[in-house]
């Protein structure tokens, strides 16, 4: 006759055992679904950036003048679509900044480096060149003038509050530069 040992029973080690594996597993699959939100929030700020950036430079004082009956877009104007851009942010906390690169008059280079260019509120229309296109500048020293296209920025905030885990804010923030065009 063979000896068996006698086996000794672990009841409720399985139990135990499972709920360590899935309290992690659970954890881990809350902070993916966490950290794709804040991917996704931070994508959509981009777009919204992107898609006012462009909006914004084809909205200048030509499109005014061509299309609008003479006026200008504001910036309220610019803030308003870009809230109307967005899908799943709080637009209450979204911030928009729209400002212009213009070249200095008597600039003699077109280098984006000061002082040849200056960065100018959108509103002002005394110091971005009344939302023109083209800033003319001088080419060389027997005064030759040319023109080079301006630049709009825009710049969007948010305070992105993880979902979970009670940590955070976390200020995103995506910019955009686009030359002005029309």
């Not at 991917?39 to 981009?46: G, I, S």
């Not at 462009?54 to 877009?73: D, E, K, L, P």
């Not at 296109?133 to 005064?143: D, E, K, L, M, V």
Request: hydrophobic fraction near 40%.
């Amino acid at each position: 006759m063979v000896n068996r040992k006698k086996l000794v029973r672990r009841h409720g080690t399985a139990l135990v055992e499972s709920a360590f594996a899935l309290s992690a597993t659970l954890i881990l699959v809350i902070g993916l679904l966490v950290g794709a939100l804040g991917v996704f929030r931070y994508q959509e700020m981009a777009y919204v950036a992107r898609e006012t950036a462009r909006y914004a430079s084809v909205h200048g004082m030509q499109f005014a003048t061509n299309s609008n009956g003479g006026t200008a877009i504001t910036q309220d104007n610019l803030i308003t679509y870009a809230k109307g851009k967005c899908v799943a942010l709080d637009t209450s906390r979204l911030t928009v900044t729209v400002t212009m690169t213009v070249f200095a008059p008597g600039a003699t280079t077109s280098s984006v480096n000061p002082p040849d260019t200056t960065t100018v509120n959108w509103d002002t229309t005394a110091t971005n060149q009344n939302h023109s296109p083209y800033s003319s500048w001088t080419r060389t020293p027997t005064g030759e003038v040319t023109t080079a296209a301006n630049l709009v920025t825009v710049t969007v905030s948010y305070p992105w509050v993880p979902e979970a885990f009670g940590i955070g804010p976390y200020n995103l923030t995506s910019t955009t530069v686009m030359a002005m065009s029309w």
